[in-house]
């Protein structure tokens, strides 16, 4: 675009104004209430008597990839990666955006880094906090850092994109993350190659040993992954709100 500032500058400034749409006091208490939810959980696994570490282990692991990973870390990074360019298309700041002569890729790389930005506390410390509390060893929490902070930079990129593409993003989200992450990816192989929560779930595999859920590839494997979906999603999302018609 013509007379456009800076990358780095416009990007910051998209930031800025994203960030502070984001920071909505009721969404941070409602979807910090998740994260609260799932460290009670950890705490009652963690603190009930069982006589083999193994089994304790699996439990453990159950808890972090069957409900950390399958509800807190989608849901949380779907509604921030969505609100990021869906709330400002509708409440008429996008058009703000839109004027300015700012670049389709710092606009979403701005959208994007707030999402990732607000989302990550909020889902990698009760995560992180959750592993802890379930006492099965520092291998689980370390697992559990490394795949929820890789899985929510690629999830909120797709979110993102979500968002840009359909107005009814929060809907179309749901779906994917409780029916396809949820139902569809344990029929098949093809399936499972499409649900980000495999990836995430293949880390904890990898790092603690224990057999989880659609964990069907390496570590290395998973991380580049993360890192295609998130460029690919980025560059879908920039390419669509260069088509789009703001009003």
Known sequence: ????????????????????????????TGLGLLGVLSMVI???VG????????????????????????LVLPVIALIFGVGALGDARDDGTLVYLWVRPLNQISVVFGAWLAATVISLPLIVI?????????????E????????SAL??????????????????????????????????????????K?????????????????????ANSAESTSIIIFAIVTVVALLLAAARLATLEVD
Request: proline share 3%.
């Open 1 to 28: 675009m013509a007379g456009s500032v800076g990358l780095v500058r416009s990007t910051v400034v998209v930031f800025r104004v994203l960030l502070g749409q984001l920071r909505s006091p009721a969404r941070l």
């Open 42 to 44: 950890s705490w009652s």
């Open 47 to 70: 603190s009930g008597a069982d006589p083999s570490p193994v089994q304790h282990l699996d439990n453990a692991t159950g808890v972090i990839t069957l409900f950390t990973f399958t």
């Open 126 to 138: 009760p995560a992180a906090l959750s592993a802890l509390l379930l006492d099965a060893g520092s």
């Open 140 to 147: 689980l929490v370390m697992a559990t850092l490394v795949a």
């Open 151 to 192: 899985a929510v930079v690629a999830y909120s990129a797709v979110f993102v994109m979500l968002g840009i593409l359909s107005r009814f993003a929060v809907v179309l989200g749901l779906v994917y993350v409780l029916l396809w992450e949820g139902v569809v990816a344990s029929l098949g192989s093809i399936g499972a």
């Open 194 to 214: 499409m649900a980000l929560r495999g990836y995430a779930n293949s880390i904890v595999t990898s790092r603690t040993g224990v057999r989880t859920e659609l």
